[in-house]
């Protein structure tokens, strides 16, 4: 019996992989933007990215240079959980995300804001800020759809 665990440890059984034109400019913005912690990055001689990886709020995400047909850029949706999301969309703008949603009180219990990142995956910044049941936004939907 084997001790190697199916999962590695600082892993998680679902890992975002981000497949870019430009991969060493979204590791810069990842860094700068979402205050990415670069774990380790395998260059390849014209300078593009066979593979790297970043952790983000204690999650890992991978990525690589789109380097072959069956290998092209890959736009993704990621929600990313932080602490004072108007601070970090702010950092996220002046590190070259385009705006797509200002932050915003939202009815479920977060405040949200959207961005697209230097390759053009579409990032919802969140922080939780309420507890909301299931009651409360079935109330609150029904009302969006009265109004």
Same mark, same amino acid.
């Given at each position: 019996?084997?001790d ?11 890992? +975002?992989? *981000?497949? &870019? ?6 590791? #810069?913005?990842? /860094?700068?933007?979402?205050? %990415? !912690? ?33 290998? +092209?850029? *890959?736009? &993704? ?6 602490? #004072?999301?108007? /601070?970090?969309?702010?950092? %996220? !703008? ?11 009180d ?15 995956n ?20 029904? /009302?969006?759809?009265?109004?």
């Amino acid at each position: 019996m084997s001790d190697v665990k199916p999962v590695p440890d600082d892993y998680t059984a679902i890992t +975002p992989y *981000l497949v &870019a034109e430009d991969a060493p400019r979204l590791l #810069d913005f990842l /860094a700068e933007g979402f205050g %990415a !912690v670069e774990r380790m990055r395998m260059p390849m001689p014209d300078g593009s990215i066979a593979h790297a990886e970043v952790e983000i709020g204690g999650a890992p995400v991978m990525l690589g240079s789109a380097n072959a047909p069956d290998f +092209p850029p *890959l736009a &993704a949706q990621i929600h990313l959980y932080v602490e #004072d999301v108007d /601070a970090v969309y702010a950092q %996220a !703008v002046s590190a070259g995300a385009t705006p797509v949603a200002e932050p915003e009180d939202q009815f479920y219990g977060d405040r949200i804001a959207r961005v697209l990142d230097t390759a053009g995956n579409h990032w919802s910044i969140a922080t939780h800020i309420a507890d909301v049941t299931e009651e409360e936004m079935a109330q609150a939907m029904e /009302a969006m759809g009265e109004g």
